[in-house]
């Protein structure tokens, strides 16, 4: 019975153990027709992934160039070396690690003990990805390239390479917040600044793609010859910047920045015809260090109370709305005047007496400009701020630039409107606009009263061709009349002559302009925080604008009384201005070329007598010009010798005596 119950158990032991293995070979039948039919795809994908892939091809980044062909902007590769410290031989490492660490000593500056220690530190801690330098240039790189070990490649040497593109500013960092850039944050957002911000679109290109196959050591390979996708080279950018004026604008403003201790500054050259910007240069002081650099576009992005620079908004309503004529005579009432108990001032202690409406402007007096608007708009305001939004300075100037200043100018009737908003927006108080609004204004009277859009790119082009071009862009036909245009120019140009810019009048070239001194911040902390801001805006040659100019200084030193507009800005202004006059090229035709001068010919016959004369005796020379009584003596044969400048005072022979071949005769000149 045992045995009968022992074979039982044996049976079906191995039953169940062929039951197992039969489940086994199932399971392995659906997991393989599982593998093969359902995750087929999958699996076959990650081993193309795994041993196929794609490869970007970055394309080429477009340059940036200036109005005169001079490089701003450019792409070029940049180099990083680490070093995999396993990948040599013992005996490769051994034999080159002294010779390399000299190298290296001799490149980055310490000892070599100290290169020596590192590399066998890195050795011994089987570091694979030790570094070494960065930021190096291709010539840097091929220098690495050379050292001993490192010369023996990747793969024998262990030199990691990593090429980077960077972009460069070959001008350094003259008009840089300009001429901008474009960068990746950490959390993956782009940042666009200026002009490489702007115009990225076109910069960047294309990239392309390759597929390549996976080979031995971590390697790839293309698959074929052709690319999947062939990169496209961004397009070149050609500004309006003009290299040559930019320097100019960015030194004399710097120089003026210094001089006053100011927080920061902008100037912004506009070239009249066309609104392209020939010059643009927005410069901050840093707390730290006290030097100045760019690191805000002032001109685009801030706005703030203009001050007296908006009173030609004040003129050109006047004139144009048929209120009043320049020649109108106001009382400045001793320089104060008072409007819902606020006093207005004018500069000038005790006022100006009584002068006209243009004298007033021309001497920036507040008191007159502030009555001419009040009394002609004080029952019609909304008359006077239709006029300037007419003129489009309620507005952006939109342009291409991410964070352009919001103008403000208060509405009649809406949030913001008070009982002495139109006399405080007279003298610039109240509203806020961007310093290149205001050059665009004074520029459209330089333009006859076209008003044009600034612009800071003339052309995208790929190599020779045009891809885009940017022609002058209309704002407003004609802000004012041409009778108006030629009174307001008239006037500006007194402001250098005679008024508040008189500091800054040359006879050798004209300008024309208006100075402007606002007060910020008089409201806060109880005029604590007060702070003036110093501009200058206008144009030059006077009587045909060529450029137009504004400069704007915030915060100047005011220890010595010296923060007007004409003290501060107007100098940088007229710097500008006369180093293009003096260094730019010009052409005088002269006239009557051959035409004989009386003077000149009396003087030729009294020397050609003489000559006659002379023969082999001296001759009278007293009074005669020096020049001409050494060249009457020398082609005698005479040996002459010159004491002074000027006439022939005396002579060593007296006339009349006989003259012997290189005899000396000394004159002496008065």
Not at 6 to 14: F, I
Not at 151 to 160: D, E, P, S, T, V
Not at 594 to 614: F, G, S, T
């Amino acid at each position: 019975m045992a045995g009968v119950n022992n074979d039982k158990a044996l049976s079906y032991r191995t039953y169940l153990t062929a039951l197992v293995f039969f489940l086994m070979a199932i399971a392995i039948v659906v997991k393989l027709t599982n593998i093969q039919w359902v995750e087929g795809p999958y699996y076959r994908k990650l081993a193309k992934e795994r041993s196929v892939k794609t490869f970007v091809i970055p394309a080429n980044k477009g340059n940036i160039y200036s109005a005169d062909g001079s490089l701003l902007a450019t792409s070029i590769p940049n180099y990083t070396i680490r070093f995999d410290a396993m990948a040599p031989k013992l005996e490769d490492f051994e034999a080159n690690v002294p010779d390399l660490a000299q190298a290296l000593s001799k490149r980055l500056g310490k000892p070599a003990s100290h290169y020596q220690d590192m590399l066998r530190k890195a050795r011994a801690n089987k570091n694979r990805y030790l570094f070494i330098a960065d930021d190096l240039t291709y010539t840097q790189y091929m220098d690495f390239k050379a050292m001993p070990l490192f010369n023996k490649g990747a793969y024998k040497g262990g030199m990691i390479v990593e090429q980077h593109t960077v972009r460069e500013h070959p001008i350094g960092k003259v008009a840089e917040r300009t001429i901008g850039y474009e960068r990746v944050l950490d959390d993956g957002t782009v940042k666009r600044i200026g002009i490489e911000g702007a115009f990225s679109k076109y910069l960047r290109g294309e990239d392309g793609k390759i597929l390549k196959q996976k080979i031995a050591k971590g390697q790839w390979k293309p698959i074929r010859d052709e690319n999947e996708k062939e990169p496209r080279d961004g397009y070149d950018v050609i500004s309006t910047i003009d290299v040559f004026i930019q320097d100019i604008a960015h030194h004399a403003l710097l120089k003026q920045l210094e001089e006053y201790g100011a927080e920061h500054g902008c100037v912004v050259v506009m070239e009249t015809k066309t609104g392209y910007v020939r010059a643009i240069s927005n410069l901050g002081r840093d707390e730290k260090t006290g030097n100045y650099y760019e690191t805000i576009n002032y001109a685009v992005a801030e706005s703030h109370e203009p001050g007296s620079t908006f009173k030609l908004v004040d003129m050109i309503a006047l004139l144009e709305d048929k209120k009043v004529d320049t020649s109108r005579v106001y009382n400045t009432n001793g320089g104060v005047i008072t409007y819902r108990g606020k006093k207005v001032r004018d500069s000038h202690e005790g006022g100006y007496g009584s002068i006209s409406l243009a004298r007033g402007f021309e001497v920036s007096s507040n008191t007159v400009l502030v009555q001419a608007v009040y009394e002609n708009y004080k029952n019609n305001p909304k008359q006077f701020v239709d006029r300037i939004d007419r003129m489009g300075l309620n507005k952006p100037l939109e342009l291409p630039f991410k964070g352009e200043g919001k103008p403000y100018i208060p509405q009649p009737g809406e949030k913001g409107w008070s009982a002495i908003a139109l006399p405080w927006m007279a003298f610039g108080y109240g509203v806020s606009v961007t310093p290149l609004q205001t050059l665009t204004l004074y520029n459209a009277i330089a333009n006859n009263g076209e008003m044009v859009k600034p612009l800071f790119v003339s052309e995208i082009k790929e190599w020779n061709n045009t891809i885009k071009k940017y022609n002058k862009e209309v704002l407003n036909r004609r802000i004012c009349s041409p009778e108006t245009i030629q009174k307001l120019k008239a006037i500006m140009e007194n402001v250098v002559k005679r008024g508040t810019g008189s500091k800054l009048y040359s006879k050798d070239f004209s300008m024309a302009g208006k100075t402007g001194t606002a007060q910020a911040n008089y409201g806060k902390n109880g005029g604590n925080e007060k702070h003036y801001i110093s501009s200058f805006v206008g144009f030059f040659p006077a009587d045909k604008p060529k450029y137009s100019c504004i400069v704007v200084v915030h915060k100047p030193n005011t220890s010595n009384n010296n923060y007007y507009g004409a003290d501060v800005a107007g100098p940088v202004f007229k710097r500008i201005a006369q180093k293009i006059f003096t260094d730019a090229p010009a052409m005088n035709k002269v006239h009557n070329v051959d035409a004989k001068i009386a003077r000149q010919e009396q003087q030729y016959n009294a020397y050609y007598q003489k000559l006659q004369k002379a023969n082999n005796t001296m001759p009278n020379l007293k009074g005669m010009p020096g020049m001409d009584a050494i060249a009457l003596l020398e082609n005698m044969g005479m040996k002459v010798k010159v004491k002074g400048i000027g006439k022939v005072k005396s002579q060593s022979l007296r006339p009349g005596e006989i003259l012997r071949k290189n005899t000396p005769i000394t004159l002496e000149l008065s």
